[in-house]
């Protein structure tokens, strides 16, 4: 077998006295789009942050395209759960779309051609195209969630991470960017929070559940006891065809 993508081995992780992630093992191998859920704090943006190099694992390896996370970070193109910029801040979706190519050495301001005709091709790429000239601030939530996968696309990543990424959308806008992800699967490893295990398993080859500790599913094998022993009995139940 290849060498995973995304390597997670036996990492453990404590913000001061707590812990948030006890012995987590995860391999994420190439082409693969893997669902991460689990309980409000489980440790979902936790284990991301590590996965991005934003935090250093206490006890434990992550390896990301076979190396330390830092020096693989160009090569990930990541949404976060909330925008970093104010959306009351006047600027433009194809400026925003730019600034993921800071990721890749360019200066805030100093884009040239070519990062104008890839933040083009990402725009073109989540059929937001139009959008380019708009103030962001003037978008609906779905409009904005493409602009965001979008910038994380600009840089042509191999691995896209998305943090809850349709939190704020309604159902239709939310089936539209995972109709939209499906297709980027086809060239790029996924990895996804999300709280909707039942949703998200339509769309995902394997589900990895985390509550401070990690147990993973194939989408096939997800049924009501799964979902009952990751979030306790108080939890709607949503049929789906598996
Ligand atoms: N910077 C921090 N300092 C201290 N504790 C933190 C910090 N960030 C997160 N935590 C705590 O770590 C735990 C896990 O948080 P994390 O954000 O990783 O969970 P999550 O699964 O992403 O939650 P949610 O689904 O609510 O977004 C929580 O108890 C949280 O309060």
């Keep these: 077998m290849t060498e995973p993508v995304i390597q ?14 006890e012995h ?15 309980p409000n704090a489980g440790g979902k943006s936790t284990l991301l942050r590590l996965v991005l190099g934003l935090l250093e694992p206490q006890a434990g390896r992550i390896r990301v395209l076979g190396r330390a996370p830092r020096q693989a970070v160009r090569h990930i193109g990541y949404v976060p759960q909330y925008p970093s910029f104010s959306r009351d801040f006047p600027i433009s979706v194809e ?5 993921g190519r800071l990721g890749i ?12 005709m890839a933040a083009a091709r990402a725009l073109e790429e ?3 195209a139009d959008l380019a000239q708009r103030s962001v601030g003037t978008l609906s939530g779905g409009q904005l969630q493409r602009v965001l996968l979008a910038r994380a696309l600009v840089s042509e990543p191999a691995i896209l991470i998305l943090d809850e990424p349709t939190a704020n959308v309604d159902q239709r ?22 709280h909707d295990i039942a949703f998200i398993s339509e769309y995902v080859s394997r589900v990895a ?23 306790g009995e108080h939890v709607r139940q949503v049929a789906h065809g598996h």
């Design 95 to 99: 400026q925003v779309v730019l600034m």
């Design 209 to 231: 559940c985390l509550n401070r500790t990690l147990t993973c599913h194939r989408t096939l094998e997800i049924d009501g006891d799964t979902v009952r022993h990751l979030y």
């Design 105 to 116: 050495g360019r200066l805030l301001g100093r884009y040239g051609k070519s990062d104008r």
């Design 8 to 21: 997670v081995e036996d990492v453990s992780f404590s913000y001061g006295e707590t812990l948030v992630l």
């Design 173 to 194: 806008a939310e089936s539209d960017v995972f109709g939209l992800l499906a297709e980027l699967n086809q060239r790029l490893t996924i990895l996804l929070v999300s």
């Design 24 to 38: 987590v093992t995860l391999a994420i191998q190439g082409g693969e789009f893997l669902g991460l859920v689990g």
């Design 126 to 128: 989540v059929e937001a």
